[in-house]
Structure formats: structure tokens, C-alpha cells
């Protein structure tokens, strides 16, 4: 049977989502405690790939495995289970079962992201946010990032070299918000390239201290150059916020 689970993790410790040689990753740390959990080697599929430092309130992955409830009665228990073995900055909110088809990247309708900005400096929020030390202008970089729906091919925000066999992408939202103290960048799209969401955030940046204008905002977008985009920021102050999917894919 195939399941997915719901966590959130802190990322500030961990090389990012996928698992690599000789570093701590958030998918290991999964499938080594499923894996003993379960009796046998568990693989476990994320949603996306989030970068070093990068946090997520909301991750989505999957596992197959037969026995279960044989082990544990119900997804609950093993739920609760995994809680206690991972450390405490990767939190298991719940696990289901879904369709035999269902996948958790290729399902995925959209993913949100968020970046988080301050002003000021706050010791309390340092882990969590970047600051920035110069006044932004947000409502021109709230007009550029209404650009961003008006392109597809997103080539000069992906980090080279990278295996992706696309760089389209369809944004559906793009905006800054003020929440306190703090400025909020929110951006939903079908699909993210690696670095993305870092390479627009710092672009956008480029354009709210008035180093570029949109027109140049939107000549970089055109020109699919990932050295004419602006600087990436850094991935503490990102977080995967959101994944959705098609009900169908849910078991009753």
C-alpha cells in the first residue's frame, strides 16, 4: 500500500531535502527511521527538492510498504512512532494511504513557497528571515512580480547544470505582503526549477533598491540567463509552505 506523509521540518542544520553522500539530509533521516520501523529498506519519495538551510511547513513524500497495520494497528501509530525516533526540528503531522498510483512530486498540482524579509534587526527572527539593510520599494516589487505570470520559461532563475529536463514553470501567484515587522513574499507556480524561488527574491530585491527597472525585471526573465538574474538570497528565511493535489488520488 502507498502512503504519504505530512511533515515540516528546520532545515537550518541539514544539507536539504535529498539524500546525498556524507551529509545529514531530511530524506535519510526518514527512510533510516522507516526503514527500522518498518523491517526493511523503505524508500521515500518528497514532493521537491528543498536546498541546504531550507525549511518547509509543509513537506509531502511517500513510501510503499505491506505491513502496517500488522506492525502498528494504523497510519496513527506509526505516525506517532516515527515522532519520537526523529529528532525534534522534523515533525510528522500525519500519515495516509492513497491511490497505488499516486505520487508525491509528479501528482503535486502546485507548490507554495514563502520568503521572509525583514528590515530591522531582531534577534528573535534571525534564524528565520533575511535582513535587509536598506529601504525596498515594495510596491514596484510587487509590479514586477506580477510579471512573473506572464512568462513560462524560467531558465535565468535555475541554478546550472542541474538535471531538470525543462525550465517551464506556470506561476499563478507572485506578492509581497507586509506581516509586522516583517515582509512576506509569497509564490505558487505548478513547478519550481532548482534555486528559484532565491534567484527571484534576490532579482526582485535588485529592482525594490532601484538597481534595475521592471523592463530590465522582464529583459533578464527574456534574455534565459542565469548570470543576468540578481544575486540568490539566502535559504534560511525560505519556506515550502504548501503542496496540493487532486482529491481523486485520496482513499476515502
Given at each position: 500500500?502507498r502512503?504519504?506523509i505530512?511533515?515540516?521540518?528546520d532545515?537550518?542544520?541539514?544539507?536539504?531535502?535529498?539524500?546525498?553522500?556524507?551529509?545529514?539530509?531530511?530524506?535519510e533521516?526518514?527512510m533510516?527511521?522507516l526503514t527500522?520501523?518498518?523491517?526493511?529498506?523503505?524508500?521515500v519519495?518528497?514532493?521537491?527538492?528543498?536546498?541546504?538551510?531550507?525549511?518547509?511547513s509543509?513537506?509531502?513524500?511517500?513510501?510503499?510498504?505491506?505491513?502496517?497495520?500488522?506492525?502498528?494497528?494504523?497510519a496513527?501509530?506509526?505516525?506517532?512512532?516515527?515522532?519520537?525516533?526523529?529528532?525534534?526540528d522534523?515533525?510528522?503531522?500525519?500519515?495516509?494511504?492513497?491511490?497505488?498510483?499516486?505520487?508525491?512530486?509528479?501528482?503535486?498540482?502546485?507548490?507554495?513557497?514563502?520568503y521572509?524579509?525583514?528590515l530591522?534587526?531582531n534577534?528573535?527572527?534571525?534564524?528565520?528571515?533575511?535582513?535587509?539593510?536598506?529601504?525596498?520599494?515594495?510596491?514596484?516589487?510587487?509590479?514586477?512580480?506580477?510579471?512573473?505570470?506572464q512568462?513560462t520559461?524560467?531558465t535565468?532563475?535555475?541554478?546550472?547544470?542541474?538535471?531538470?529536463?525543462?525550465?517551464?514553470?506556470?506561476?499563478?501567484h507572485?506578492?509581497?505582503?507586509?506581516?509586522?515587522?516583517?515582509?512576506v513574499?509569497?509564490?505558487?507556480?505548478?513547478?519550481?526549477?532548482?534555486?528559484?524561488?532565491?534567484?527571484?527574491?534576490?532579482?526582485?530585491l535588485?529592482v525594490?533598491?532601484?538597481?534595475?527597472?521592471?523592463?530590465?525585471f522582464?529583459?533578464?526573465?527574456?534574455?534565459?540567463d542565469?548570470?543576468?538574474?540578481?544575486?540568490?538570497?539566502?535559504?534560511?528565511?525560505?519556506?515550502?509552505?504548501?503542496i496540493?493535489?487532486p482529491?481523486?488520488?485520496?482513499?476515502?
Amino acid at each position: 500500500m502507498r502512503y504519504f506523509i505530512y511533515l515540516a521540518y528546520d532545515g537550518t542544520r541539514y544539507h536539504g531535502w535529498q539524500i546525498q553522500p556524507n551529509a545529514d539530509t531530511i530524506q535519510e533521516r526518514l527512510m533510516h527511521a522507516l526503514t527500522l520501523l518498518l523491517g526493511s529498506d523503505t524508500e521515500v519519495i518528497g514532493a521537491g527538492r528543498t536546498d541546504t538551510g531550507v525549511n518547509a511547513s509543509l513537506m509531502v513524500a511517500h513510501f510503499d510498504a505491506t505491513n502496517v497495520e500488522q506492525r502498528y494497528g494504523n497510519a496513527a501509530q506509526l505516525c506517532h512512532k516515527l515522532n519520537r525516533m526523529l529528532p525534534t526540528d522534523i515533525a510528522i503531522y500525519d500519515i495516509v494511504p492513497v491511490a497505488a498510483e499516486a505520487h508525491a512530486r509528479f501528482s503535486a498540482t502546485s507548490r507554495t513557497y514563502q520568503y521572509h524579509i525583514t528590515l530591522e534587526r531582531n534577534p528573535f527572527i534571525r534564524h528565520y528571515t533575511y535582513r535587509y539593510p536598506m529601504p525596498l520599494d515594495f510596491d514596484l516589487m510587487n509590479q514586477a512580480a506580477e510579471r512573473l505570470m506572464q512568462y513560462t520559461d524560467f531558465t535565468s532563475f535555475s541554478k546550472l547544470h542541474t538535471d531538470a529536463k525543462t525550465n517551464i514553470c506556470h506561476v499563478t501567484h507572485a506578492r509581497w505582503e507586509q506581516h509586522g515587522n516583517e515582509w512576506v513574499f509569497t509564490i505558487r507556480a505548478d513547478r519550481f526549477l532548482r534555486n528559484m524561488v532565491r534567484a527571484v527574491v534576490g532579482t526582485l530585491l535588485d529592482v525594490g533598491r532601484g538597481a534595475i527597472s521592471i523592463d530590465d525585471f522582464c529583459h533578464i526573465i527574456e534574455r534565459k540567463d542565469r548570470c543576468a538574474a540578481g544575486t540568490s538570497v539566502p535559504g534560511n528565511a525560505l519556506f515550502l509552505t504548501d503542496i496540493t493535489y487532486p482529491e481523486n488520488i485520496m482513499k476515502p
